[in-house]
């Protein structure tokens, strides 16, 4: 993973989504939903929940926004149902492409994905035709700026939460974890006194593309397609981040 920093990509997709504060809401409070219909509106027992009110928090959602969707979610009237579809496939150039998303309509989002895709010279393909080129991981991103501790010293700390490796960028220290380590390795660094600017589970890609001309100008158009698309959640892909700067 030297010189890839997965946090790049956030920061991408976030400043992306912030510039449609509106839009993002309504993702963040359609996965606070479905987390909360799925395992109850307690993120005291439900993880799932907790993790996706801690991203919307970080997302600077209105605590009355998190307590709405929860309260529709657990409440006794009937409600949409929405379902979580994987696509994979490729775009231009090769690269490997997962798409998540949370949709009351398969065929909409089928149709508008496909779109997409077709729009930027890439292609769909089966399920697992490039999820194996991913690996699942938490990544806990602590910021720099102002933190007084050393990389070596930051690494021990992170190695004795139980993470797996760590990454060292000129503004953050990326911590690595198992899915299953990951709420120890998280809630021990934030007894320690360290905040996050970003915690989640999430895809990380094994081998990275890198693209230039058209192919580059069709793959960055192919993301924003999608990003803008109401019931895409989540984009993965193996771009070499150096390409989105």
């Known amino acids: ?56 928090k970080s ?42 998303c949370l949709t009351d ?24 035709c490039v999820s194996y080129l991913f690996d699942r991981k938490g990544l806990i991103v602590i910021a720099r700026e102002d933190l007084d501790i050393d990389e070596d010293e930051m690494l021990l700390q ?8 760590m990454e060292t960028t000129e503004d953050s220290f990326e911590i690595y974890t198992s899915p299953e380590q990951f709420e120890q390795v998280k809630n021990t660094l934030a007894a320690q006194g360290f905040t996050f600017a970003t915690a989640e589970i999430t895809m990380i890609p094994q081998t990275y593309t890198t693209l230039t001309g058209d192919d580059l100008t069709k793959m960055l158009k192919l993301i924003d397609m999608l990003e803008d698309d109401d019931d895409v959640q989540e984009i993965y892909h193996n771009l070499d981040e150096s390409m989105l700067e």
């Open 59 to 100: 997302a600077n959602m209105p605590n009355e926004n998190i307590e709405r969707a929860i309260k529709k979610a657990t409440g006794n009237q009937e409600h949409t149902h929405y379902e979580e579809i994987r696509y994979e496939g490729y775009g231009p150039g090769g690269v490997a492409v997962m798409v998540i």
């Open 158 to 165: 992170a190695i004795e939460a139980g993470a797996d490796e």
């Open 105 to 128: 309509n398969k065929n909409r989002t089928a149709s508008n994905v496909r779109v997409a895709f077709s729009k930027n010279g890439g292609n769909l393909g089966e399920t697992g």
């Open 1 to 56: 993973m030297a010189g890839h920093s997965k946090w790049k990509n956030i920061q991408r997709r976030k400043n992306a989504q912030d510039a449609k504060r509106g839009k993002l809401f309504m993702k963040l409070a359609k996965e606070i939903y479905v987390a909360a219909k799925m395992g109850g509106g307690d993120p005291t027992t439900n993880a799932t929940l907790r993790l996706a009110i801690e991203k919307a």
